[in-house]
């Protein structure tokens, strides 16, 4: 069991597990390609990250890690002898395309984020599990509404890490104790902004955590906010909800996924169940729409993972 932990430790060394994990299942098979839904801080940006450089994107300018980390003791943490949390800044403005043009665009908003790490430890000071969570704002005095919004996912994330902290602690300790002294339960946190502009904000949050089990887990939730009023946008608001949306999905499900042996009654029928209880994954790349169906779903399991698909705006 201990190598086996070894193992997972070094594969996802650089957080590259948590940064460049797919959405939807990516063996593609030779000479294929997928149009599937994947979060777009690949693996080269990670380098870029650990030597404090700033990365360019499609998006606008990400800056990782510039600078020394700052702390910051978490809301909450000092009450319950949490040591301080680490801070890593991290800030993407608007669309633009370069430092230069990031200034020069009036009226869209400048989300910024920063990765805070609160962590509890043994007797020697030596860390048992730690939890990574994001804090998101906006610039200006145009975007109350959205600076609220943006606030309040980062105080749910924030307290859902302090909830991990509180509930593992101890099963972290006797897992290092009797099982391997190595391993560090943990939640690691991703953020990527693939829309921000004066109409949408839409914000993708991934997170491993290794809490003892044979492998880690991964999740993922997307925001899509509404720029000038905060208020969450449904998949309903920006297209159409309809039979040729279903079967636009079911076909590509088909494409993307040949070596899956779809039952296409359950295919049909869970398709319109997400899509009609909202919940699918889903949020803007590129100019398209990325959908993802939670894992678990067509039948399906970890193996498999969240299967998606990527479809045209309008």
Not at 24 to 39: N, P, S
């Amino acid at each position: 069991m201990a190598e086996v932990r070894r193992e997972n430790r070094v594969k996802r060394s650089g957080l590259i597990l948590l940064m460049a994990f797919c959405l939807t299942a990516c063996d593609t098979g030779a000479g294929q390609e997928k149009d599937t839904a994947v979060i777009h801080i690949q693996p080269e940006t990670l380098d870029r990250i650990e030597n404090g450089e700033t990365a360019e994107t499609s998006q606008g300018v990400q800056a990782y890690g510039v600078g020394e980390p700052e702390t910051e003791t978490a809301l909450g943490a000092e009450e319950k002898g949490v040591p301080a949390a680490e801070e890593t800044s991290n800030s993407i403005e608007g669309n633009a395309p370069s430092l230069e043009q990031a200034g020069e665009r009036n009226g869209m908003p400048q989300i910024s984020y920063e990765i805070l790490r609160s962590a509890r430890t043994d007797d020697t000071g030596e860390e048992v599990i730690f939890a990574e969570y994001p804090r998101i704002s906006v610039a200006g005095d145009d975007y109350e509404a959205l600076s609220a919004a943006l606030a309040s996912i980062s105080q749910e994330w924030q307290a859902g890490s302090e909830a991990l902290l509180e509930n593992e602690e101890e099963r972290a300790r006797e897992y290092r104790e009797s099982i391997d002294p190595s391993l560090l339960f943990s939640r690691e946190v991703a953020v990527d902004i693939t829309r921000c502009d004066s109409d949408i904000v839409s914000i993708v949050i991934g997170c491993m955590e290794e809490i003892g089990g044979p492998h880690p887990n991964y999740a993922t939730c997307a925001y899509n906010l509404n720029a000038k009023t905060g208020e969450l946008l449904h998949l309903s608001d920006v297209m159409s909800v309809d039979e040729m949306l279903k079967e636009t999905i079911r076909m590509q499900l088909y494409a993307n996924y040949p070596e899956l042996e779809f039952d296409d009654a359950l295919l049909r029928q869970e398709i319109a169940e997400n899509l009609e209880n909202q919940t699918v994954d889903w949020y803007f790349w590129e100019g398209r729409i990325s959908i993802a169906f939670r894992e678990g779903s067509f039948g399906f399991g970890h193996a498999e993972g969240s299967l998606g698909v990527l479809l045209p705006l309008g």
